[in-house]
């Protein structure tokens, strides 16, 4: 890959250089570039608001020295994907559908991810491993539909897509090929022709789920993108993550949506960050989360409106950020109903590293 793409910043002396960073804040951040992968493309740079100490896009993917904290509630694996894991590279949580783990690459880093203790350190799912997890789609027909992620799977080639898709078109049971992505927003160039003519040749329903966090995210190359993806045939869905100090507020959450739905996007998930390690800062009270979304609700139609949910750690599942699946419990602390109906606790850390006034 060329052009573009050949220009993203990976390292601290790169976003110095790009006056994305102070130089005097760089000693302090080299232990984060030490254990976190950093990957900005031009793209999101060029969103970046210099002159804003509190940008949103800026937030999102540059290093914080913050990401050395963790609290006592933060995981490695906060989802429970390992847990879940019956193969290499696949996660089956719930039963008619699995992750593909195609790759643990992505043209950007999020600071706040929830892979972010293995994305970046590694390419690709190697042959067998792939050969071994549609073997395992294969030999279960309770499998309905297969998400590739990844990191982001349109990071793979071409080629490395066609080959998964192909082996998808022949296991009948799976009728539905879903892909969780940020590349319309931070590389609008890894939607070519040649992935979409990949994804096709599955000969699946095909469910495109797009990240995006801001309505500036959402700029002309990211539209175009995302308009391919419709030409496709995708329908096309959104998730995203409620972030301290990024969209915290209903006026920002209210815009993103109605671009989206403008967009022909379908809100699917409002998610409460995750559990990971070093995110405490993106983190909101679950309490100030639910009072967001309350008047979210009362603003937005039902097509515009996403479901808030809470991904309860140890690989037990979304649950709606909403009674009588969350509740508070006396002393602090929350109640959750995991999708199995079983009670259990989750406590809630938020607060402890804020961003600064």
């Known amino acids: 890959m060329t052009g573009a793409r050949d220009a993203t910043l990976r390292s601290l002396d790169a976003l110095v250089g790009a006056e994305l960073l102070p130089r005097a804040e760089a000693p302090a951040l080299r232990g984060v570039e030490a254990r976190y992968s950093i990957a900005v493309p031009p793209q999101m740079a060029a969103l970046i608001d210099r002159a804003d100490p509190n940008d949103p896009i800026a937030r999102q993917f540059l290093p914080d020295a913050r990401e050395l904290d963790t609290t006592p509630a933060e995981l490695g694996d906060p989802i429970g994907d390992d847990a879940h894991s019956p193969v290499p590279g696949l996660v089956h949580r719930y039963r008619d559908r699995v992750l593909l783990k195609l790759v643990a690459v992505c043209p950007v880093y999020c600071r706040f991810c929830f892979r972010r203790e293995t994305v970046g350190k590694s390419g690709a799912l190697d042959a067998a491993a792939v050969a071994t997890a549609l073997d395992y789609v294969a030999a279960h027909e309770e499998i309905f539909e297969v998400i590739l992620t990844g990191g982001d799977p349109l990071a793979a080639s071409p080629r490395r897509l066609r080959e998964v898709a192909t082996r998808l078109s022949a296991i009948s049971h799976v009728k539905l090929l879903r892909v969780h992505t940020r590349a319309p927003t931070a590389a609008p160039e890894l939607v070519s022709q040649e992935r979409l003519d990949a994804l096709q040749a599955a ?57 989206l739905v403008e967009l022909g996007i379908k809100p699917y998930y409002l998610h409460h960050p995750d559990l990971a390690k070093g995110t405490a800062h993106f983190r909101l009270p679950l309490a100030r989360g639910r009072e967001i979304y309350a008047a979210l609700a009362q603003n ?17 599942g979304k649950i709606p950020v909403e009674g009588p699946h969350l509740e508070a419990m006396p002393g602090g602390g929350w109640s959750a109903r995991d999708r199995f109906g079983t009670r259990r606790v989750y406590k809630d850390d938020a607060g402890r590293a804020q961003m600064p006034a």
């Open 203 to 259: 000969g699946k329903r095909l469910y495109v789920a797009l990240h995006v966090n801001h309505p500036r995210e959402l700029f002309a190359d990211a539209r175009e993108a995302l308009a391919k993806l419709q030409g496709a045939g995708a329908q096309l869905l959104s998730q995203t993550v409620l972030l301290s100090g990024v969209n915290d507020d209903v006026a920002t959450l209210e815009t993103l949506m109605r671009t």
């Open 300 to 316: 937005l139609s039902g097509h515009a409106l996403p479901r808030y949910v809470l991904d309860l750690p140890g690989g037990f």
